[in-house]
């Protein structure tokens, strides 16, 4: 018989001080990085991009964002259909993103041209997909790989589940946000305040043409205050090109998930690529406290972003180095 699960999740930890942990670096081997992120960015996304939190896009008004360097808007149909398509009126190029949305159309302010889900000259609407938590659109002539259907979800917890949906921008490209991710040996000596006690258990091979999964296994402590924290085993998988996973599975919260997207903007004014990095956390519990606690999820939401934003303010200075060492040939593969 297993042992009771105990009623308070948290736990109190040992922690070594920040100089004296065991270093990571001879694990951290930029070949296994470099082969991990090789096969991700060979999976296919059938030309799919996530551009926002689902709840961000509503009835009221458009969504604009450029992707790629191409302007896209997306709105809510009549029923409440996520549709999308470019970002540039066709009559005199107005920006769609300040247009207005009526009986589930985009009213240009420009001249009052309404466009929907049917072509209108060159303008033509993009494949939209809602998944509940995140808004993607379909870009062929972006991606160029043969379309699918629908985009590569990542498996999520059941409905009783609390999602948050952050967005950073970078100056760097989708590749070295996912690097990062690829790389969980930086977790306790980067992001002492959040990690703790970092060990990877399991790690692909450094081999180009192998076949795994590229899963990354690693038991953590997510610390709260002080030596208070919850102990989890975590796995980081790469589903599609463009989005990193993190799956807890075992320990508490079982089964909550943590979507790292990153979505490329285009050029800024100078010169330089940058990327959205748009986070989605869906945290789930069995416990009946937690079921209790969903009805405060508006209060929980802004509390998660926050804390997905304070990570990301660290690992973007990472893959914003990684840039700009790779676009000036100085990075070492």
Known sequence: MSPARP????????????????????EAKPALIAAALKRAQARPSGN?????ASREVVAAAPFGRTIAGREVVLWRGADGELLAGPGSCPHLGAPLCDAAVHAGQLVCRWHGLALGKRRFGAWSPYPAHDDGVLAWVRLDEVGGEEPLDAPVVPVRPPAASVDAVATV??????????????????????HPYSFANLRVLDAPAADLDSTADDRFTVAVTFTLAGRLGVPVVAAFTCPEPRTIVMHVVEGEGRGSVVETHATPLGRGPDGAERTAVIEAVVAHSDRKGFAAALPAAAVLRPLM???????WRDDLAYAERRYSLR????WVD
Not at 13 to 21: A, G, K, L, N, S
Not at 327 to 330: F, Y
């Open 169 to 190: 921008i970078g100056r760097c490209e989708p590749e070295d946000v996912v690097a990062n991710r690829l790389d969980p040996w930086h977790g306790a000596w980067f």
């Open 305 to 311: 972003k926050l804390a997905a934003k304070r990570l």
């Open 7 to 26: 009623r308070i999740p948290l736990r109190l930890f040992d922690r070594t001080p920040w100089p004296e942990q065991k270093p990571t670096w001879p």
């Open 48 to 52: 799919w991009y996530v551009v926002a």
């Open 327 to 330: 676009t000036t040939g100085r």
